[in-house]
């Protein structure tokens, strides 16, 4: 069964730096890509970015609002997936999601951990 | 990158079908097979239920099927149950690495 599992949401401030981490088991994780989703409560989802395996280059992408505060990363001997915030900002109070990343689709989930950058 | 255009809101009785369109542009949905569609009930996580504009992952009931059309996709439910009743949002690739959502559409079951 795959079980996709974040933590390290939390209050933090504005400007501050906070670092989440998803396990996974279940699947191969070195072969998969993967993703982060977050939404803001009530709000629709938003795709954050998302890492490629390392046998198809492992490097990442990122939607425009992050691009240059966050940072997607991985550890295969771990089986776990990062996402490193910096800068963070009041528009980035959300549920972020772990996902896997399949064919163009987000075919498993995380439960999602909340992050709220409040002062 | 902007967000695909859903409606807000749609609604039907029991048994009745529906379909929720998704709207981009020759960018995005109408660019590429890479639509996928997901359902979310209140405080849960998303559950796809469509991927590459038209299959149907194992599991997901075959009342719900994909369809597109130049830079439009849609979503049909039919045989409405009480448990559709939930969030939907179409997905896309938008090009150059980038992917965007659709702004959702909340189904009420009557």
């Known amino acids: 069964e795959v079980q996709l599992v974040e933590s390290g949401g939390g209050l933090v401030k504005p400007g501050g730096s906070l670092r989440l981490s998803c396990a996974a088991s279940?699947?191969?994780?070195?072969?998969?890509?993967m993703s982060w989703v977050r939404q803001v409560p009530g709000k629709g989802l938003e795709w954050v970015g998302l890492i490629k395996s390392k046998t198809d280059g492992g490097t990442a992408d990122y939607a425009a609002p992050v691009k240059g505060r966050f940072t997607i990363s991985r550890d295969d001997s771990e089986n776990t997936l990062y996402l490193q915030m910096n800068s963070l900002k009041t528009e980035d109070t959300a549920v972020y999601y772990c996902?896997?990343?399949?064919?163009?689709?987000?075919?498993?989930w995380g439960q999602g951990t909340l992050v709220t950058v409040s002062s | 990158q902007s967000a695909l255009t859903q409606p807000a809101s749609v609604s039907a009785s029991p048994g009745q079908s529906i379909t929720i369109s998704c709207t981009g542009t020759?960018?995005?949905?109408?660019?590429?097979?890479?639509v996928s569609w997901y359902q979310q009930h209140p405080g849960k996580a998303p559950k796809l239920m469509i991927y590459?504009?038209?299959k149907r992952p194992s599991g997901v009931s075959n009342r719900f099927s994909g369809s597109k059309s130049d830079n439009t996709a849609s979503l049909t439910i039919s045989g409405l149950q009480a448990e559709d009743e939930a969030d939907y949002y179409c997905y896309s690739y938008a090009g150059s690495s980038t992917w965007v959502f659709g702004g959702g559409t909340k189904l009420t079951v009557l």
């Open positions: 279940g699947f191969t994780f070195p072969n998969a890509w």
């Open positions: 590459e504009d038209n």
């Open positions: 020759s960018s995005d949905v109408g660019n590429y097979n890479l």
């Open positions: 996902t896997t990343a399949h064919q163009g689709a987000f075919n498993y």
